[in-house]
């Protein structure tokens, strides 16, 4: 079985940092993109960030400047460091990958998510 597992949401001061991580676990053969997607209350989700397997990096433009996405793939983690932070950055933020398991099957995962609230 293959999962994503995030850490490291919370509650933070406009102005503030987090660093959120995220590892891929189980029946790897390959992991390709991974990405942060987020979902604030009423709003669709919004990719975020999004880093390849060769370390291409976009950003949507209400980030960039202030997040930075980074990966280690020796461990199969991506992290998202999150500087400067908004109250509009208040959201589930979600982390996808896109892998291929030891069974051949190739699919877009998700984890489960992980509350960022920027709140004074």
């Known amino acids: 079985q293959v999962q994503l597992v995030e850490s490291g949401g919370g509650l933070v001061q406009p102005g503030g940092s987090l660093r959120l991580s995220c590892a891929a676990s189980?029946?790897?053969?390959?992991?390709?993109?991974m990405g942060w997607y987020r979902q604030a209350p009423g709003k669709q989700r919004e990719l975020v960030a999004v880093?390849?397997?060769?370390?291409?990096?976009n950003y949507a433009d209400s980030v960039k400047g202030r997040f930075a996405i980074s990966r280690d793939n020796a461990k199969n983690i991506v992290y998202l460091q999150m500087n400067s932070l908004k109250p509009e950055d208040t959201a589930v933020y979600y982390c996808?990958?896109?892998?291929?398991?030891?069974?051949?099957?190739?699919?877009?995962?998700w984890g489960q998510g992980t509350q960022v609230t920027v709140s004074s």
């Open positions: 996808n990958a896109n892998m291929r398991a030891w069974s051949g099957s190739q699919n877009n995962y």
């Open positions: 880093i390849t397997s060769g370390g291409s990096k």
């Open positions: 189980g029946r790897i053969f390959s992991v390709y993109s």
